[in-house]
């Protein structure tokens, strides 16, 4: 079992950056490829981005590519996503979420575990 908490969500201007957080408890964090997700209001959650166990393998949706990075750190069991150049399109509720296998996906189906989301919030 593995339980995931986001941190490092709030209100942004346009332009400017915020850095989420993942922390993730179980002995066997480093054994999942971990993604994150992203839920605006009145939409269907959609995929951002994914990192394979090692952090050899990271994929992102075209809607990102160039400005979120993410990243984990195997030691503490916390994945990160830095989010630079943020839109008011990014405005959404991200989650955290993980899955039983070493390499990244990007449906929602295939991942097990998931936080409870926190909020990002840019304004123009």
């Known amino acids: 079992q593995v339980q995931l908490v986001e941190s490092g969500g709030g209100l942004v201007q346009a332009g400017g950056s915020l850095r989420l957080s993942c922390a993730a408890s179980g002995r066997t964090f480093s054994r999942y490829a971990m993604g994150w997700f992203r839920q605006a209001p009145g939409k269907e959650r959609e995929f951002v981005s994914a990192?394979?166990?090692?952090?050899?393998?990271?994929d992102y949706a075209d809607s990102v590519k160039g400005r979120f990075t993410i990243s984990r750190d195997n030691v503490k069991n916390t994945v990160y996503l830095q989010m630079n150049s943020l839109k008011p399109e990014d405005t959404a509720v991200y989650y955290c979420?993980?899955?039983?296998?070493?390499?990244?996906?990007?449906?929602?189906?295939?991942?097990?575990?998931w936080g409870q989301g926190t909020q990002v919030t840019v304004s123009s």
């Open positions: 990192i394979s166990w090692s952090g050899g393998s990271t």
């Open positions: 979420a993980g899955r039983s296998r070493t390499y990244t996906g990007q449906r929602e189906r295939e991942y097990d575990y």
